[in-house]
Structures are given as C-alpha cells and as structure tokens.
T-cell receptor, first 113, second 118 residues
Framework: QKEVEQNSGPLSVPEGAIASLNCTYS??????FFWYRQYSGKSPELIMF????GDKEDGRFTAQLNKASQYVSLLIRDSQPSDSATYLC?????????????FGQGTILTVHP | NAGVMQNPRHLVRRRGQEARLRCSPM?????VYWYRQLPEEGLKFMVY????????ESGMPKERFSAEFPKEGPSILRIQQVVRGDSAAYFC????????????????FGPGTRLTVT
C-alpha cells in the first residue's frame, strides 16, 4: 500500500470553477501535510501546508485535513489556466522520520478557458 | 531573493563516469534534503543532512551514491559509476529545523539538476 495516495486524474475543470484535489495517507503518525505545484519541467513549488485538523485558507487555496479519516484535500477557487500543473501532496510522519517527506504520485490539473 | 541554488542545471555523463551535484540552501536554512524524480514517477526522498551530519539516508541506494554537507560550502550529492537508470531530475530542498521531531518546517525546492546518462 502506498503511503500517500492521490487521485491520479487527470482532472479537467473550466476556468472559474473550483478544482478539488484529494489525498489519503496510510501512516496514522503523519503530522504535517504539504501541497506543492509542479509545472512541467520545473521544480515543486510549495503552495500550502497544514498541521491541524480543519481548514486553512490562503487566497484562492484552501487545504483541508481530517486526521480521523486520514484525508487531505486542496481546493482551488476561481481556477485559472495558469493553475494547470501537477499537484503533489506530501506528508511528514514525524518521530524518527525526521524531515523526510513522502510524496504522492501527483494529480495533473488542466484548467481550460 | 536567495532561494535554493543547484548546479549544474543539466549534466550529461557517460556510463561509468562520476556525477557531482551541488546544492546551496536558502539563506537562514541549515537543513538540506535530496530527492530524486525518475521519468513518469513521483518524488522520492534520498537523504537528509545538516552541516557535517547525515541525519537520515534511508532513501539512498546502497552503492555508488553518497552525500555530504560540509561546514563550508554547498551540499554535494555524488554518484559514482553512473548507469542509465540514474538518469533523472535530482532536487535539493532546504528548511529550518523541525520542532522536536513532531512537525516539519516547510521545505523549499531548488530548480533541480537534470542528469542524463548516455
């Protein structure tokens, strides 16, 4: 079983819509979660992080964490064509995992005009 | 804006040669992580270093790969006797230290080194 799983997509939404990206994790000890955006041929760019249950909002982005269900999501409101990228979910297990992040396979998002 | 720096950005090596990849962390960061992204695969953790210390190398292949972060200068990921399967994008990330192992500070990635083995 993969430690961090993402719905592989691809996900296609029209411009202006809400894009919903989902991620589940198997390690109940996971403490922190991060969402990265990666454009083709580029490096991952951190867009959101969340440590506590509930929602965290930053501009058009909302991260949601439910530790009981072992579920993390990212909502992108008012999606723009420039949001088209691969979105990576990553978890940190804490303890002896030190700084190691475990990444999901990524979800490809396409926002069409 | 002193972000994470990596060089070279592109590296071509023939089978059997050595590859040296360099990473300078973001200003104020003392922790460095190396990840590898194989074509059509996700990012995989390789090693986590602090100055003069390897903290976690659980993701490093057992042979040919080594990493260091000396007191002075950049972190180096070294691959000896490269093979075609080593062709990948190698990313370095840096962060502030975590809090007593419970939370991880955010990791910021460099532009990566794309290694091609011919």
């Amino acid at each position: 079983q993969k430690e961090v799983e993402q719905n592989s997509g691809p996900l296609s939404v029209p411009e202006g819509a809400i894009a919903s990206l989902n991620c589940t994790y198997s390690d109940r000890g996971s403490q922190s979660f991060f969402w990265y955006r990666q454009y083709s041929g580029k490096s991952p760019e951190l867009i959101m992080f969340i440590y506590s249950n509930g929602d965290k909002e930053d501009g058009r982005f909302t991260a949601q964490l439910n530790k009981a269900s072992q579920y993390v999501s990212l909502l992108i409101r008012d999606s723009q064509p420039s949001d088209s990228a691969t979105y990576l979910c990553a978890g940190y297990a804490g303890g002896t995992s030190y700084g190691k992040l475990t990444f999901g396979q990524g979800t490809i998002l396409t926002v069409h005009p | 804006n002193a972000g994470v720096m990596q060089n070279p950005r592109h590296l071509v090596r023939r089978r059997g040669q050595e590859a040296r990849l360099r990473c300078s962390p973001m200003k104020g960061h003392s922790h460095v992580y190396w990840y590898r992204q194989l074509p059509e695969e996700g990012l995989k953790f390789m090693v986590y270093l602090q100055k003069e210390n390897i903290i976690d190398e659980s993701g490093m292949p057992k042979e040919r790969f080594s990493a260091e972060f000396p007191k002075e200068g950049p972190s180096i990921l070294r691959i000896q006797q490269v093979v075609r399967g080593d062709s990948a994008a190698y990313f370095c990330a840096s962060s502030e230290p975590g809090l007593a192992g419970r939370y991880s500070y955010e990791q910021y990635f460099g532009p990566g080194t794309r290694l091609t083995v011919t």
